[in-house]
């Protein structure tokens, strides 16, 4: 939240009305229900939730990534111009490493393990740019150490299992720069290190989108991680947005049960600072199978009521974009206070 440069106010990503669908053994598992958001060029938006509350649904629907028993559907999906939910999987294939890049939890699964990681970065320019192999080992070596990585050269010769996971994750995000994508989908980038090599990625991704210029949608369940990072924020709970806003604005003014919650879970921020315990926020995520009445939160809620059981809430606007998921009115779950209440 401390960037210098402001975001370009032009979305580059316009998504409306789009739900994910997964036939299990059970039925229909809604993953993704209903969710609009808008990505500004340049700027870093984070989706944030609990596992199994459809970020990482959302941001392969993105990316057309869905398992096959998935279903996608959506009244808008525009990126840079296209419309993500008709292109035929070879366009799509053709975006994907050039103007829309993606980086995974675990680079190790993504990397692939018999090829040296100078044939993988070429590999993926010269599938979208007409170049030479010694114009793409060069930008290779270029964007190794743009992302800090010594001896270049070296480390292009080497395969993924000789390099430490700070370096694999790294070599990633320099992958991801090959083709200078406008927009990066980073789904928990961080969350297979150690601590110190968490801060240095994250500093490395907000410096180079100062850069680079791209906008990145940051996945994390890290509230920690948003903070540092977002310009605005979409939190998610059983498959919808139930609040988002400026990432200021929803971490001083919380309107929603579940925000007020994963916020007391931060230490340093809710809870956890001096004498405070961390809070927590008891019971579980709803099953997704089928249609859920009312409210989502409502089994975890201590404001619910018996009008959260029915009826679908529509998002409340505060202004300024700033808008949540409840039948509270704005402000009044503060007031009303409890044990999910910030102090
Ligand atoms: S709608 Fe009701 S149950 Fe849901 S978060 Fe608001 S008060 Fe809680």
Redesign the pocket.
């Known amino acids: 939240m401390d960037k210098t440069a402001p975001p370009s106010d032009r979305p580059i990503l316009r998504v409306e009305g789009m739900s994910v669908d997964l036939a299990v053994s059970s039925g229909q598992l809604h993953a993704v229900r209903d969710v609009d958001f808008a990505v500004k060029a340049g700027e870093t938006f984070c989706i944030v939730g609990e596992s199994g509350c459809g970020k990482t649904m959302t941001s392969l629907a993105l990316m057309r990534l869905l398992p096959r028993n998935a279903r996608l559907s959506a009244t808008r999906m525009e990126f840079d111009g296209l419309d993500l939910s008709t292109l035929s999987e070879r366009d799509m294939a053709t975006l994907r490493g050039d103007r829309l890049g993606m980086i995974f939890q675990d680079p190790m699964t993504s990397l692939n393990p018999v090829y040296t990681i100078g044939d993988q970065m070429e590999e993926v320019y010269l599938r979208h740019r007409v170049a030479t192999r010694k114009e793409a080992r060069g930008r290779a070596a270029y964007l190794l150490q743009r992302v800090g990585i010594m001896s270049p050269e070296l480390r292009l010769r080497q395969f993924p299992h000789q390099l430490s996971g700070g370096l694999r994750q790294r070599v990633m995000i320099a992958m991801t720069l090959m083709c200078e994508p406008r927009l990066i989908i980073a789904d928990e980038p961080t969350t297979a290190l150690d601590v110190t090599v968490q801060v240095q990625i994250l500093q490395l991704l907000a410096r180079l989108q100062q850069e680079f210029g791209m906008a990145i949608i940051l996945i994390t369940h890290n509230l920690g991680i948003v903070a540092r990072m977002a310009d605005r924020l979409a939190v998610m709970y059983a498959g919808k947005i139930?609040e988002t806003g400026g990432a200021m604005e929803v971490f001083t003014h919380p309107q929603?049960?579940?925000t007020r919650g994963l916020l007391r879970c931060m230490p340093g921020y809710g809870g956890g600072g001096g004498d405070q315990r961390l809070g927590s926020i008891p019971g579980l995520v709803p099953s997704l199978i089928g249609k859920i009445e009312?409210?989502?939160?409502?089994n975890r809620?201590?404001?619910?009521?018996a009008?959260?059981a029915s009826g679908d809430?529509g998002l409340r606007a505060l202004g300024g974009g700033h808008s949540y998921?409840?039948?509270?009115e704005p402000g009044e779950?503060a007031k009303l206070g409890g044990e999910h209440a910030l102090s």
């Open positions: 139930i929603h049960p579940y009312g409210c989502g939160f409502r809620c201590d404001f619910a009521t009008d959260c809430l998921r409840c039948r509270l779950a």
